[in-house]
């Protein structure tokens, strides 16, 4: 049994959902092995929908590349069960908001993303 209070379970996903919008860690070694489940799926804010392959892919493509900064806020953490948890927030970058949520997924003590949407917010 997890016994990680709900506001450290939401400080600790809040640091790895933040890891994701550093330029140093996408593309990485800890993308690939810590972040990212081996089923994860994304519905990008695009409308498009990636497999884990497609998004370790596109983010070893654009390391290196400048990228505006990704400010991030109004975490909010609802827990599923024992060993899922699904995180929402807001993004802004280059006046842009963006809705977002991920679940994720204790395995073998470790938490992972498995899943994770992005929907634009309308002017």
């Known amino acids: 049994m997890d016994d990680t ?3 450290d379970l939401a400080a600790h996903l809040r640091q790895l959902e933040e890891c994701l919008h550093a ?3 996408r593309g ?3 993308l690939t092995g810590e972040l990212l489940d081996e089923d ?3 519905f990008g804010s695009s409308g498009q929908a990636y497999g884990r392959a497609d998004i370790i892919a596109a983010l070893v493509a654009e390391a290196g590349q400048a990228r505006p ?3 991030s806020e109004n975490y909010r953490l609802k827990r599923l069960s024992e060993t899922v948890a699904l995180l929402t927030y ?3 970058a280059e006046n842009r908001r963006v809705l977002r949520s991920s679940i994720w997924r204790r395995t073998n003590g470790v938490w992972r993303m498995t ?3 992005g929907t ?3 002017a």
């Open 90 to 92: 807001e993004t802004a």
């Open 23 to 25: 330029p140093q860690v």
């Open 120 to 122: 634009p917010v309308k």
């Open 40 to 42: 994860f799926t994304e």
């Open 28 to 30: 990485s070694a800890f």
């Open 69 to 71: 900064p990704v400010q």
């Open 5 to 7: 209070s709900d506001s």
């Open 115 to 117: 899943y994770h949407q």
